[in-house]
């Protein structure tokens, strides 16, 4: 446990960061290494763990404070255990940081420990969907399936057989917590920790519902119709709020975040918000100039190249690219010309191309000239 990074260096945070940041930071970084996009790379598994731990803390007020104040030892009861006795970690055992706070500060207005019947929000989890090059330049609506875990339709949440009821813990009065004396590194304190008997659940279960086992939810396939927005790109991702796990005690549920994978178009290639494609022209289209037929997301497009086109020119289709998200406006599409060489030609083709070569000058290859000029410079011909 000694060599377990920093939970704000995980998220490439600052300490004092807003909760909007670190928000944002998770999302980013879940993303980066999502086990989805990375199958069999356990190195991205174990950032994506790591990610998760560090968000798990520092999302909670209650968890973030004591990380800020104790590190690692604030929040892991297990960090430094083997140092033992007052010479190792004063955390190490089965003390309960919230329960020592809540002994020193209790009767003062200090913090307390998380209510067993408070609404806890749901998390949030991810799917994916893949979409065609054109969706993501047009815009489309997808549906999206996901499993997530949902509140009980049997128990309405209870956890009890329908029916029935639960019960108030007799052992802690419902509270969920019961008080007992500890020794600990400071001395002789009284302190609080979750109710054996309850769980820390404040209600006791005679007849768990049997759809849900007692649990109160179960986990169920859905889908979803999610509007895609013109213009997004390759992994970005889209939040679907209150689609995420249920939560508990009556708490909200949490977000579905929707990863988007485009697939590759076999004749554009995509560039900011513009689009690139190569267009094959024959050895006479070159030299003569033509009209040729241009693909674009838009449809066929006529285009007038200019007589002595060279390989690898490229013209500028302007605003024929993708929109831009969230603005006005497109990027342009850009047509880089591949001049094709004939092959397999006959005698009679041959005999017409060396009547040409006969007849052919240096304004006819103005590289070529350039070429050889340089050429004699460089020998001092």
């Not at 799917?127 to 009980?152: L, Q, R």
Request: some cysteine.
């Amino acid at each position: 446990m000694a060599d377990k990074r920093d939970y704000y260096e995980v998220l490439g945070l600052n300490k004092g960061a807003s909760d909007d940041e670190i928000k944002k930071a998770y999302r980013q970084s879940a993303k980066k290494y999502h086990p989805d996009l990375h199958p069999g790379d356990k190195d991205c598994e174990e950032k994506f763990k790591e990610v998760n731990e560090a968000y798990e803390v520092l999302s909670d007020k209650e968890k973030r404070a004591r990380y800020d104040q104790f590190g690692h030892a604030g929040v892991d009861p297990n960090y430094g255990a083997g140092a033992g006795g007052y010479g190792g970690n004063p955390f190490s055992g089965n003390i309960d940081l919230d329960d020592i706070f809540s002994s020193f500060f209790g009767g003062f207005g200090g913090r307390r420990g998380r209510s067993a019947n408070q609404p806890q929000r749901g998390s949030d989890i991810n799917a994916s969907v893949t979409i065609s090059f054109e969706e993501a330049a047009k815009g489309c609506k997808k549906t999206v399936s996901y499993n997530s875990v949902d509140t009980c339709d049997a128990c309405h949440g209870t956890g009890a057989e329908p029916g029935t009821q639960a019960k108030t813990c007799s052992a802690c009065s419902g509270t969920g917590r019961v008080t007992v004396n500890q020794r600990t590194p400071f001395g002789a304190v009284q302190t609080q920790r979750s109710c054996d008997a309850c769980h820390g659940t404040g209600k006791i279960i005679d007849q768990p519902c049997r759809r849900c086992n007692g649990s109160g939810r179960n986990r169920k396939n859905h889908t979803v119709d999610v509007t895609i927005p013109a213009g997004i790109k390759d992994q970005m991702m889209l939040n679907v709020s209150g689609h995420g796990n249920a939560g508990y005690n009556g708490g909200p549920k949490g977000d579905l975040h929707v990863t988007v994978n485009v697939r590759r178009h076999n004749l554009f290639e995509r560039r900011g918000d513009d689009v690139w494609c190569d267009l094959p022209v024959t050895f006479s289209q070159a030299i003569l100039g033509s009209e040729v037929v241009v693909p674009t997301l838009d449809g066929k497009v006529n285009y007038s190249i200019h007589e002595g086109t060279q390989p690898n020119d490229v013209f500028r289709l302007k605003g024929r690219g993708i929109p831009h998200l969230g603005g006005r406006g497109r990027g342009d599409q850009y047509c880089r010309v591949v001049v094709e060489i004939p092959k397999n030609l006959n005698q009679k083709q041959k005999e017409l191309v060396r009547q040409f070569e006969s007849t052919a000058n240096e304004k006819n290859y103005a590289k070529r000239k350039s070429f050889f000029d340089k050429l004699k410079e460089f020998f001092n011909e």
